[in-house]
Every structure is written in structure tokens, then in C-alpha cells.
């Protein structure tokens, strides 16, 4: 599990000139991601500031607390896992993943591994 936390909008942008003479941009917004500890199975005390990519002329993400969309995570073109940050909102992720556990996993099987 993945908590974002953003504080505020901004956003970091590098600008550049390719060999090719093409233009290039790289916009990051400095977010703080709370990280999952598998000691406690709880989140981390204190969470880690990263960057977060935002693809040309996104709008940056407000100040509040989000969840790592379910669509972040995809298969490459190797066949391998791959992550590329999206976020929502924790209502939006509450919703699509009980949606998605739901319909993937028996109702029987999900109630008897919360139960312990």
C-alpha cells in the first residue's frame, strides 16, 4: 500500500534541446509518498519525498492525499511489471479496488482470509 501525500501544486520543469535538435520537457511534482512497513503492517512514521512525473501540460495535483491508481500498474512490452504513477483520490481507489477484488475473487475465499 501506497499513500500520497501532496502539500503543495507546484511543479519542477526542466526544459532541453535533443542531438537531433528536437525540444524536450520533463515536469515533477514533489510529492511525499507514505510507504507500507512490512514489520509492523503499518504505514512508515515518517514518509519519503519523491517525484512524481506529470506528463506535458497535466495539471498539477492539489494539496491532499491520494492512492497509486490500480491503472499505474501494467504489463510491459516484455512482459514484465511496470509502474508509471498515476493518482487518485483514497475514495476513488477505495471504490475501483473493491470493484475489481470483487469481481476476481469468490466472496467466500475474501471473507474467510479477512476473518484470519
Given at each position: 500500500?501506497?499513500?500520497?501525500?501532496?502539500?503543495?501544486?507546484?511543479?519542477?520543469?526542466?526544459?532541453?534541446?535533443?542531438?537531433?535538435?528536437?525540444?524536450?520537457?520533463?515536469?515533477?511534482?514533489?510529492?511525499?509518498?507514505?510507504?507500507?512497513?512490512?514489520?509492523?503492517?503499518?504505514?512508515?512514521?515518517?514518509?519519503?519525498?519523491?517525484?512524481?512525473r506529470l506528463v506535458?501540460?497535466?495539471?498539477?495535483?492539489?494539496?491532499?492525499?491520494?492512492?497509486?491508481?490500480?491503472?499505474?500498474?501494467?504489463?510491459?512490452?516484455?512482459?514484465?511489471?511496470?509502474?508509471?504513477?498515476?493518482?487518485?483520490?483514497?475514495?476513488?481507489?477505495?471504490?475501483?479496488?473493491?470493484?475489481?477484488?470483487?469481481?476476481?475473487?469468490?466472496?467466500?475465499?475474501?471473507?474467510?482470509k479477512a476473518a484470519?
Amino acid at each position: 500500500m501506497l499513500v500520497i501525500e501532496v502539500e503543495r501544486a507546484d511543479v519542477q520543469e526542466r526544459t532541453g534541446t535533443r542531438d537531433n535538435g528536437q525540444p524536450w520537457k520533463i515536469r515533477n511534482q514533489v510529492v511525499y509518498a507514505h510507504m507500507y512497513d512490512a514489520e509492523t503492517g503499518q504505514l512508515k512514521r515518517y514518509p519519503t519525498e519523491v517525484k512524481l512525473r506529470l506528463v506535458d501540460d497535466a495539471k498539477p495535483y492539489q494539496p491532499g492525499f491520494y492512492m497509486l491508481s490500480p491503472t499505474s500498474i501494467f504489463s510491459d512490452r516484455y512482459d514484465a511489471l511496470a509502474v508509471d504513477a498515476h493518482l487518485v483520490t483514497v475514495e476513488e481507489y477505495m471504490k475501483a479496488t473493491a470493484a475489481a477484488i470483487s469481481q476476481r475473487i469468490p466472496k467466500e475465499q475474501a471473507q474467510a482470509k479477512a476473518a484470519g
